[in-house]
């Protein structure tokens, strides 16, 4: 069993091939860099809406940017992502040949640096966006009230069909790639490298040199700028590559606090943090007297509080306990975000329809 699967890892040493391990291990680390921080910017909205509440509404585009700042400098100073240099790997321009590979410390060509970058970066981004628009789009169709017969309504319900088959061939297609990849048989575990025109490859010993000695190599090359737009370019310049480098630092020393946050807030662990966050449970609804005349409760229990009338479709509020009308307490909880009798903080989820043992 252990010859057979040498291959997986000895084997790729030759040719400085990365294992599969090495490239899950470096897509893993991006993939948890994004929920933790994600987390940190609820928290401080949460503690200070008005100060924080920005960042939390834009946080996809202010970590769409920040990533593609750190993924710039990084592509054009070591010819890899920051999660691909910190596991010692980096890209490989496909029409290099192997005796002809140039540094590290060189680059990407323009064409192939810009083809990771949306790879890396605007792909990402639109993903997260449809998934949100799709589970928007569900909440809606779960709960509206619109005609069965709307073609918007028509067009949605077609498009969340299909939507599970698209991404099941997605991810089927990325699957195939590593299985051919862990097999030897491709020498790209994702299709998207295959696209942007590069592998992967480990770092050699050459390149680690070359990119120690850089930044001394830089500083003494530096001229000092002469024209008023060479110097205003200059600033911008190392402005950036500050800002990269500041940014890469920190996410480099706070690594491991990212992967200790993703394990601690994993499925796992979901449990024992609810254990041990979970609010005690609320109180009921204070008892309103029936006798007097009161204006938030209809003597008649058949009677919806909203509309005064004899409830249609009855939905209890999960979160109070009371019922009505659905298309009444639908549209109050839409607007108001609260029930209606107690106030307590009540979403769309929280409604719950009831059904007569007849029907």
Known sequence: MAEHGAHITAASVVDDQPSI???VAQESLMTAVRPALQHVVKVLAESNPAHYGFFWRWFDEIFTMLDLLLQQHYLSKTSASFSENFYGLKRIVM????KLQRLASAGLPKQEL????MFLVLLPYLKVKLEKLVSSLREEDEYSIHPPSSRW???YRAFLAAYPFVSMAWEGWFFVQQLGYILGKAQHHSPLLRLAGVRLGRLTVQDIQALEHRPAEASMMQQPARGVGEKIKSALKKAVGGAAFSLSTGLSVGVFFLQFLEWWYSSENQETIKSLTALPTPPPPVHL???SDSPLLPKMKTVCPLCRKTRVNDTVLAT????FCYRCVFNYVRSHQACPITGYPTEVQHLIKLYSPEN
Do not use: A
């Open 289 to 291: 007297d029936y006798n």
């Open 320 to 323: 109070s306990g009371y019922v």
């Open 153 to 155: 309504k028509q067009f």
């Open 95 to 98: 029409e290099d040949t192997h």
């Open 21 to 23: 391990f090495e490239v």
């Open 114 to 117: 810009w083809k990771s970058i």
